[in-house]
């Protein structure tokens, strides 16, 4: 079970990251942020009256204002790296902090991993961070978009921590991500007008004509950002969290070849081995679990 929900949030993860890439290249990276997190809230706050969710309001949604504090600014910083840089690159030096820190959570929580699964994660690590290239010595990778990328790295790490920790049921877990997409929306919000008081433009060169027309890819990255974290809190309640972080981490593939399909983006050798590499240690995981 843990396995069958890491690897769902890999794919929606991997599919959101790249929709998010494509949109920041013609839309403002911190509007995309606020209208995607708007939509993702008001369909998850529609799903948190239908099933009673707010019952099971406490303490521990705290964690989930810490994720959704947390959230835009990693997520901010992705989608200028994405659209900075090669997805196939940027992808997975961004999945970086989502196995280390989970993995640093599980291990001080006491988990040890068997000696498939720890042979795993290292299969995978390596795997992912292969995938990317690796061309960090090469003029084709700014500093600045390898500086974006692992900042917003160990923010997502951070909030796949506290959004594991947020809720303990189903119900619980909807009214969680409504909580840490509202926050998104705020915080991402307030950003979004001292920006504009600042004279950066909110809206692309169409206007709102050009806004409307991104509707449905926005919705999607929303609603997908919002189904990845779910899944990957169930993975997470589910089964070790050393193997719910590894597994999902591997979404950088899924968004590598998404880039290579329909942006035709170039894999060299080492990515594809890399890529190979990232499904044998997942095999390995999930054969462990």
Not at 116 to 143: D, E, K, N
Not at 258 to 276: I, P
Request: aromatic share 6%; charged share 10%; glycine share 14%.
């Amino acid at each position: 079970m843990t396995a069958a929900f890491a690897l769902a949030t890999c794919l929606l993860w991997g599919l959101a990251d790249f929709g998010g890439g494509l949109l920041t290249r013609r839309l403002p990276a911190l509007t995309v942020v606020v209208v995607s997190q708007t939509l993702a809230a008001l369909v998850l706050g529609g799903i948190v009256l239908a099933t009673g969710g707010w019952r099971e309001a406490g303490p521990q949604l705290w964690f989930a204002v810490g994720a959704g504090v947390v959230g835009p600014a990693a997520m901010l910083c992705f989608y200028r790296a994405l659209a900075l840089g090669p997805m196939g690159v940027v992808s997975p030096l961004g999945s970086v902090g989502t196995v280390l820190v989970p993995l640093g959570v599980g291990i001080v929580a006491g988990e040890r991993p068997g000696l498939l699964q720890a042979a795993g994660i290292v299969v995978a690590v390596i795997g992912v961070l292969l995938a990317g290239g690796p061309r960090l010595g090469g003029t084709s990778v700014a500093r600045r978009t390898i500086a974006l990328t692992l900042f917003s790295a160990l923010g997502f790490g951070a909030v796949m921590a506290l959004i594991a920790e947020a809720s303990t049921t189903v119900t619980g877990l909807f009214l969680a991500l409504f909580v840490q997409r509202v926050c998104n929306v705020a915080v991402g919000g307030a950003a979004l007008f001292a920006a504009v008081r600042r004279g950066v433009p909110a809206l692309p060169e169409g206007g709102l004509s050009a806004l409307r027309g991104a509707l449905p890819a926005l919705a999607f990255i929303g609603i997908a950002d919002v189904a990845a974290n779910g899944t990957y809190a169930i993975a997470a309640q589910h089964g070790p969290v050393t193997m719910a972080a590894v597994l999902a981490s591997l979404y950088p593939v899924v968004t590598t070849l998404a880039a290579l399909g329909v942006l035709k983006e170039r894999m060299r050798a080492v990515q594809t081995a890399g890529a190979s590499l990232a499904l044998v240690g997942s095999v390995l995981l999930a054969t462990h679990g």
